[in-house]
């Protein structure tokens, strides 16, 4: 999974931002090759511990990605009190077989093909 500098610090300020709340959002691009950076708002009835991208939140990014030619890679979200990898929830929330789900903190950004109930984590990558 690649992402630019500039998409990396996208997902740190709305992190920063969300804190200390968990922010969340879709990743948008070609093959493993991150494009654009989605924000979406954290439905979950507990967002300091965890996400819920709603469907009627995700819908308008899908049609954007069309819009742009692009596809729905994966899903990111922040994890203000750590730590920095998928929690058991994030996991069995994975909407299906081989999605990427990143982990963004205050430091890093990880991820993960997701598989349920298995996760195997990938590299990140940055691009110019
Ligand atoms: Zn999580």
Do not use: K, Y
Request: proline share 8%.
């Amino acid at each position: 999974m690649t992402f630019t500098r500039g998409l990396q610090s996208i997902m740190f300020a709305a992190a920063s931002a969300a804190n200390p709340e968990e922010a969340c959002g879709l990743l948008l691009g070609l093959g493993t090759d991150v494009l654009f950076i989605a924000a979406v708002v954290n439905s979950h009835r507990q967002p300091e511990r965890h996400f819920r991208i709603a469907p009627d939140a995700a819908a308008p990014v899908v049609r954007e990605a069309m819009r742009l030619g692009v596809d729905v890679i994966g899903g990111w979200h922040s994890h203000p009190h750590g730590p920095p990898t998928l929690s058991r929830d994030d996991i069995a929330g994975t909407p299906g077989a081989g999605f990427v789900q990143c982990v963004v903190t205050a430091e890093s950004v990880r991820a993960w093909t997701v598989t349920p109930p298995t996760a195997v984590e990938i590299a990140v990558a940055f691009r110019r």
